[in-house]
């Protein structure tokens, strides 16, 4: 592939940690994102209806999820509910719960996959639309990412049109957020895990990727502008997605969502490195 394994360096400092509550995650809207929360093990508040819509399978499965809970269920006006709501189609219910759990970064970058397999990390740089990124959480979810990392200065959290978005895979990712992508990238390097950028003018085809069954962070940058200087020089790998139309561009998300499943569909096949590990420090002593 033309990139050479580069020698982690001994962390010599923490890596950067962030405040509790702030990814967000405390509002939810939309019948798949509220029935994915009261399936979860976070703490649930209590949960609005709007009166009058009649049997769906859905909200029937909500009610019986927020009584086997013991949540309280408020059933309101429909204009009740759309002026607590913040998205244009809650769907007829919101939910209020506890914040999303942050996870350390250093139990992402040392975690395992499904089946035991190697740490596969989603880090987003900057995207600022939330629709963007609820789209991202969604495929990381559905391709098997293990851990999602967030810039703390740049960038949406995950507000209710992220939640609902995601359809409910905010709920079983974990989340790390952090000072800055730049700098969790060079963690991830400390801890051997390679690092992939997505870019359209990138250095190596996404499709010829051959790292995909080692320890893995994507990265994908912001809306327009794409990955900042300093991530992308953090990256042993910058990728890009062949394009055959005269456009020569994609959305973020379904950038990222073709990235992710890539990485999916080589370690499905059983694709093997021919690159060797990244070299790691020897234990002291």
Known sequence: MG???RRARLAD???PRSRDGAIGGEQVEGRRAVAALLGSRRHVREVWLAEGQGTDRVLADIGRQAARRRVPVRVVSR???QAIATTTAPQGVVARAAPLAETDLDELLGGTGRNGEPPFLLAVEGVTD???LGAL???AEVAGVTGVLLGRARGVRVTPTVAKAAAGAIETLRFALVAGIPAALARARE???WTVGLAADGDEPLFGLALADQPLVVVVGAEGQGLSRLARARCDVVAR???EGQVRSLNVAVAGALGLFEVRRRRVAGTKASLPPIDTPSPPG
């Open 79 to 81: 204009d009740r509910l």
């Open 3 to 5: 990139s050479r394994p």
């Open 130 to 132: 939330p629709q963007n």
């Open 241 to 243: 997605i062949p394009m």
């Open 137 to 139: 959480l969604r495929s």
């Open 13 to 15: 400092s923490p890596p």
């Open 191 to 193: 801890r051997a895990l």
